[in-house]
């Protein structure tokens, strides 16, 4: 069966950086476009950073441009966030996903997620 399996969570300071892994089994990876989106307490979740199956083109969310990076292993079945400068507010629940197309408009698999705390 598929399966999203993060790690690499944890509570570090402001300005540390943390990098997030997510293997995947159950299906092609490498045809797939993947995705990290995240749910701070009390909020909605939301998009982080997807990379399309190629590693191509990225996109990114605007609150973590220029700290966060995306990227793929398709040898490891592994999808990274690489999260510098942390900040509290990206304090939340980390998840992986799969998109079910390389439009990237729907979800079709979900991790169980990893939380990352970032104090001041």
């Known amino acids: 069966q598929v399966q999203l399996v993060e790690s690499g969570g944890g509570s570090v300071q402001a300005g540390d950086s943390l990098r997030l892994a997510c293997a995947a089994s159950?299906?092609?990876?490498?045809?797939?476009?993947m995705g990290w989106l995240r749910q701070a307490p009390g909020k909605e979740r939301e998009f982080v950073a997807s990379?399309?199956?190629?590693?191509?083109?990225?996109y990114y969310a605007n609150s973590v441009k220029g700290r966060f990076i995306i990227s793929r292993d398709n040898a490891k079945n592994t999808v990274y966030l690489q999260m510098n400068s942390l900040k509290p507010e990206d304090t939340a629940v980390y998840y992986c996903?799969?998109?079910?197309?390389?439009?990237?408009?729907?979800?079709?698999?979900w991790g169980q997620g990893t939380q990352v705390t970032v104090s001041s």
């Open positions: 990379i399309p199956w190629s590693g191509g083109r990225l």
């Open positions: 159950g299906f092609t990876f490498i045809n797939s476009a």
């Open positions: 996903a799969r998109y079910k197309s390389s439009r990237f408009n729907e979800i079709d698999y």
